[in-house]
């Protein structure tokens, strides 16, 4: 990965040498596996959901990502650049047509397109995002981010809910270029080697996710197995306006709705 710039780079620093090793869901539901790791836990659900959109944003959006998540993580969950030039745009073709865009655009700008920094938070909650969790976001654009450099660095949002009537004021009046993703988490499927275990034991499957019933290597072959995952649904991708300004001239939000529409139709592979 490119390093970030337009940063303070004592906190780069300091948010390389903390990055996770895990770099993807296999290699995670693996240490998962070996460590005993409790898959009814918020930070097990919250770090296989980071990983997702990781892996969702590295195999179709273009980005090249570390993760960054934990209690120190300063709000950030991933980190890394998008690479803007790689995706079908239409950008803005005579002097014409570029001169009516906004002031500091990114195609006004010396900005490097496949070097766009992206700052990523991954909330995995089952309520709508309010609109404390957009000053938040504010907080942490402040403090990661140099102020003369809002155009080239993007907030990245994601959650499996839209946001509430006032969440979605607060990120329509924020300063600073912010995308919301509202992607579904990984669920689990009934696969065939654990309706085998529960017809051996002869038991319903309401009583599946009872621990008690099987053994722990049992429950954690099941649970840990990425192929007994199914992929969540992109449903929905929204800008805010800064970002929009900053993207003018791209034609980008048709791009990523055409690239949503892709990876929800492609089985996910991790």
Known sequence: MEVLHGMRMGVLNSKLRMSSSFSNCLVYLHYCLINNINYNSTVFKGTLYELYVKDILSKFFKCDLLRNGGAYDNGIDLLGNWDISAINLLPAKNDKKKARLPANCLLKSDTDLSRVNVWIQCKNLNKKIDAKVIRELAGIYDFHINSKQKMSNFIFLFSPHVLSKQGLIQMDKSNFPLIHWQLSPLKLTKRSAFETLIDET?????????RTLFTQD???????????WSCGNLNQIYMNPFA???LAGLDIEMQLDILRRGMNANLFQA
């Open 218 to 228: 049992q429950l954690n072959s099941y649970y840990f197995d990425l192929s007994n």
């Open 202 to 210: 002869n038991l319903n499957l309401v009583n599946m996710h009872d």
């Open 244 to 246: 929009r300004k900053a």
